[in-house]
Structure formats: C-alpha cells, structure tokens
T-cell receptor
C-alpha cells in the first residue's frame, strides 16, 4: 500500500512568519513530488514540483526533498493571509499520483 | 490556453436518478483522471485513461459508476442510479505523459444527491 502522510493541522502561523509543511511517503522508488494548494471550494492547483534531492525555490516558496529519509517539505516565507488554504502533497507511483490528506494552513493577521 | 473544463459545475439530483458528468481535457494531454473528493476520504482516484483507453478503474466504487472516453477531447463519468453517499466533488484532471507527472485539475463538479 503506497502511502503519503501529512499532518492534517490546522497549522496556525502569524502573518509574516515562515510556514513549514511536511510530508512523508512510503515508496522509495518515487521520483516526482508535488505540492498543490487548494482553497475552500476550489480545485487543487500546482504550487511546486521537485524531482531531485535538495531545495528548490520559487518566489516565497521553497520545496525540500530528502529521498533517503523519504521526506518532502514546503516552506512559505513571509506568510500572507492569502496563503490560508489546504496544502496537498502528492508523490508519483507508476502512472498516477498518491495524495496525502492535506494540511490546513491558517495565516493569522 | 484553456484548462480542463468540467460540466456541470453544480448538480442536485434525487436518489435513483442518473447523473452524467463531463470533462474536456487540456488539448494535447493524453492522460485523464477522474477523482472524487470528500472530507472523510480526501482525494480518491476513480479511473485513469491513457490515449482514450481505460487503464485502471479499480477505484470505481461499484457497478453504478461508469466512465467513457470516446475521443481525446471528451470524457464522461456516469452514476446510475445515484445514491446520497455519492454526494461529493468530482474532479477531472489531465496530463501529458512524460511531462513529469504534473496534472492539472478542472474546477470540479459538485454533486448533491438528496
């Protein structure tokens, strides 16, 4: 059974602080890792993808991947109220993505 | 470019009625997924098509659910007969194989069965 684990939250972070979202996965063969953001009542939208160990930065977002530890994280710097959403971690397995249950992030003004 | 287009956006139907959800994937994408999302179970993969062929339908809950993809630009998910427990958001998503598995979602069809 392929699994992707996330803390369901909610994770409450003050505006302007760094939000740290974590995800672990069970399949050592996975090669592609994704973070999607889902606002309430909306569809998931891609935030970041990462394929190699290390960090990948895109604006205020940084994805971190450690394949040895089977761990992927998303850092959001200078958190804004508009970042309040559920963040879904997804890991590839064969032709599909295995999804975590999502972490609800709340940014407090 | 147009994204994944789904219809209807919202549907309220009575138990026992047939429901048909429609999806137009992104042009050029050759893989299509139907997902169901609920608070209790999260995102569940129902069925996966590659080049219009159903590859994996193991997530389809039961025989009341069926899906077709008659061509590269259209897919349907049908529920007959519908039941209250089918109430959920149904997402269609597409990707181009060998593009790093990045999938793009439609806006979803919000189904309520009363």
């Amino acid at each position: 059974q392929k699994e992707v684990e996330q803390n369901s939250g909610p994770l409450s972070v003050p505006e302007g602080a760094i939000a740290s979202l974590n995800c672990t996965y069970s399949d050592r063969g996975s090669q592609s890792f994704f973070w999607y953001r889902q606002y309430s009542g909306k569809s998931p939208e891609l935030i970041m993808s990462i394929y190699s160990n290390g960090d990948k930065e895109d604006g205020r977002f940084t994805a971190q991947l450690n394949k040895a530890s089977q761990y992927v994280s998303l850092l959001i710097r200078d958190s804004q109220p508009s970042d309040s959403a559920t963040y879904l971690c997804a890991v590839n397995w064969e032709y599909q993505l295995i999804w975590g249950a999502g972490t609800k992030l709340i940014i407090k003004p | 470019d147009a994204g994944v287009i789904q219809s209807p956006r919202h549907e309220v139907t009575e138990m026992g009625q047939e429901v048909t959800l429609r999806c137009k994937p992104i042009s050029g994408h050759n893989s299509l997924f139907w997902y169901r999302q609920t608070m209790m179970r999260g995102l569940e993969l129902l069925i996966y098509f590659n080049n219009n062929v159903p590859i994996d339908d193991s997530g389809m809950p039961e025989d009341r659910f069926s899906a077709k993809m008659p061509n590269a630009s259209f897919s349907t998910l049908k529920i007959q007969p519908s039941e209250p427990r089918d109430s959920a958001v149904y997402f269609c998503a597409s990707t181009k194989t060998d593009s790093g598995n990045t999938i793009y979602f439609g806006e979803g069809s919000w189904l309520t069965v009363v």
